[in-house]
């Protein structure tokens, strides 16, 4: 059974730092590409970041482009999201998803974790 | 405002067939894999359609896509009250080099 976990939201200050992970199970980790999808209270669905299976190609959404790294670590089946200089805006449950959403579409979906940036 | 644009609601009796549109570009639909994701309420999105029309193991055939050119088309038949949802569109934008999603369409099935 395909599991994904995520893990690390937190209320944190405008202009912090966090670090969210995503353990995944029952699948073989090293072959997907991974995907980070993020939804604001009561709105819609907004791509965040994605990496390949090697981590040699990553990419982001304009809004996180130089605050935001995706990266992988395919021994501990994890993908991180590190997460800088956080906005108001930022404040969203974040997704960690199996796949790209234009190859395989994102077949897998966590149950996402709350990220609030408030003072 | 979303690169993908989608009617905000829908609504249909139970047991018609009611279709959700995806509007896009050349850089996005048009050249790109559409998939469809349902969100029931307090949910994580769920995949229904992926590479325009495939559905994964377990989604029943009641739901279709279908794509031309630049815009795509969810199906769904033989409504029922457990289809209400919000649906979303998504694909990758090569303009972009970035994932984009539809603002969503609300279902009501009346």
């Known amino acids: 059974e395909v599991q994904l976990v995520e893990s690390g939201g937190v209320l944190v200050q405008p202009g912090g730092s966090l670090r969210l992970s995503c353990a995944a199970s029952?699948?073989?980790?090293?072959?997907?590409?991974m995907t980070w999808v993020r939804q604001p209270p009561g709105k819609g669905l907004e791509w965040v970041s994605s990496i390949d299976t090697g981590s040699d190609d990553t990419y982001y959404a304009d809004s996180v482009q130089g605050r935001f790294t995706i990266s992988r670590d395919n021994s501990k089946n994890t993908v991180y999201l590190r997460m800088n200089s956080l906005r108001a805006e930022d404040t969203a449950v974040y997704y960690c998803?199996?796949?790209?959403?234009?190859?395989?579409?994102?077949?897998?979906w966590g149950q996402g974790t709350l990220v609030s940036v408030s003072s | 405002q979303s690169v993908l644009t989608q009617p905000p609601s829908v609504s249909a009796a139970p047991g018609q067939k009611v279709t959700i549109s995806c509007s896009g570009s050349?850089?996005?639909?048009?050249?790109?894999?559409i998939s469809w994701y349902q969100q029931l309420p307090g949910a994580a999105p769920k995949l229904l359609i992926y590479?325009?029309?495939k559905r994964p193991s377990g989604i029943p055939d009641r739901f279709s896509g279908s794509k031309s050119d630049t815009s795509a088309t969810l199906g769904i038949t033989g409504l029922q009250t457990g289809d209400e949802a919000i649906y979303y569109c998504g694909t990758w934008d090569s303009s972009l080099s970035a994932g984009v999603f539809g603002g969503g369409t609300k279902l009501s099935v009346l």
């Open positions: 590479e325009n029309n």
């Open positions: 998803a199996k796949g790209g959403i234009s190859t395989t579409g994102l077949d897998y």
């Open positions: 029952g699948f073989t980790f090293r072959t997907y590409a």
């Open positions: 050349s850089s996005n639909i048009g050249n790109n894999y």
